[in-house]
């Protein structure tokens, strides 16, 4: 088996940290790339995504913290269309600062706890 690089090290980690915490609530995945930002939330237990939300379909890039503030507003309240209020951050293989943090911030400011 090949070694496993650092940033999925680093995934597989924090993913096995968050199903020891977060029971059945529903999971706010990240995944940032150079061009865009995405944001799902994901039901575990059922194995389907309750509502998502990108820059794929913005007029602006993806690649500064003002378009992944706005993803964070649009994935609360996609959320909340759900009827989903309490989730668990799953920041992936991506470290906790910039877009990723930008995103978190703004998704609490719209209403969803974590």
Known sequence: ???LSLFERRRRRVRTALRKRAGDKPRLSVHRT???IYAQIINDGDGRTVAAASTLGAKKSGA????ATQVGKDIA??????GVTTV???RGGFLFHGRVKALADAAREGGLEF
């Open 77 to 82: 309240s996609a959320a909340k269309k759900a």
């Open 34 to 36: 150079g061009r865009h």
């Open 1 to 3: 088996m090949a070694k």
């Open 88 to 90: 668990v951050f799953d």
């Open 64 to 67: 500064n913290v003002d378009a």
